[in-house]
């Protein structure tokens, strides 16, 4: 996959934390790949956005607290390639849209700055972790993104296939509904670009600023009753089988070779560690019948 000639629009959220929203402006100039346009969404009348701002930035201001999801459909008017949203707590290192542009050659998918590999399918909370607050040298597959999703913007017509029912609660679920259309209508995985520890350029995030800012008062996760909105997302969408990125594919268990008679657990683990070895695997499969 070409990446090189690639554009990236990047999209903010100005939200109760607006105070922070001129240094996440500049970080974003700062990238080493500059973006070809910054999207803004304002969710509620909060904060008050300096006009000098305003007219760098592609602004749009709704007078009414929409939450999370409100800002995918906002992008859908972004015309760039990719998409890099940032939360309102996130300042990505100058290095964080050439980390993405990267990964997206190895491991096209959804990809993240904070993800969350669960361990269990009765518990949001019984998890690991990886990217700015946990670091991993490699990319790793996750099973959820947050902090900041980078994704193709055609992409964005998986996520809308299924819209939040009527009712259900505007603060969560977006970041786990993203991953799962992926999965569900495109076939793609989750993964958290390399975080190696002493190149914090490359980090989505950076640790200090996403540890005092996520923990503030202002946050969604620190609002009342967020524990239980997350867990009831989560089992909603096992509900809907949400297949976890530590269980095997149907039908993947073991690759076949040949008719049915020689089996290999080491080329199955290789093709699932290199999602476009597995794609291939799948191909041939469907080609040869053995699927």
């Known amino acids: 996959m070409d990446t090189s000639s690639s554009s990236v629009a990047v999209l903010l959220t100005v939200y109760r934390r607006g105070e922070h929203f001129r240094r996440q402006v500049e970080s974003v100039r700062l990238q080493s790949i500059q ?17 000098d701002l305003k007219e760098q930035l592609i602004f749009a201001s709704c007078n009414l607290n929409l939450g999370v999801w409100a800002r995918l459909a906002y992008a859908l008017n972004i015309q760039s390639d990719y998409i ?4 309102d707590d996130t300042i990505p290192g100058r290095r964080w849209i050439e980390n993405c542009l990267a990964t997206m050659h190895t ?12 361990k269990s399918r009765k518990s949001y909370f019984h998890h690991e972790e990886f990217g700015w607050s946990s670091p991993n040298d490699v990319v790793e597959q996750v099973d959820i993104v947050g902090h900041s999703w980078f994704f193709r913007r055609e992409w964005l017509t998986a996520f809308w296939c299924e819209a939040p029912s009527r009712g259900s609660d505007k603060t ?4 786990i509904h993203f991953s799962y259309s992926l999965q569900r209508h495109l076939g793609l995985n989750t993964y958290v670009p390399a975080h190696p520890i002493g190149h914090e350029e490359l980090w989505g995030s950076q640790p200090e600023t996403a540890a005092s800012l996520g923990t503030s008062a202002s946050g969604v996760s620190m609002q009342p009753g967020a524990a239980e909105k997350f867990q009831r997302v989560f089992l909603e969408y096992m509900k809907r089988d949400f297949r976890l990125c530590t269980e095997p594919r149907a039908g993947d268990e073991l690759l076949v070779l040949g008719s049915n008679v020689i089996r290999s657990r080491a080329v199955t683990w290789v093709t699932r560690k290199v999602p476009r070895l597995g794609k291939i695997k799948r191909s041939v499969r469907k080609l040869l019948g053995w699927s």
Do not use: K
């Open 172 to 175: 969560v679920g977006e970041d």
């Open 107 to 118: 491991h096209e998918g959804l990809l993240g700055s904070r993800g969350l590999r669960f």
């Open 84 to 87: 890099c949203m940032l939360d």
């Open 35 to 51: 973006p070809s346009g910054i999207f803004v969404w304002q969710n509620g009348t909060y904060f008050d956005v300096a006009d």
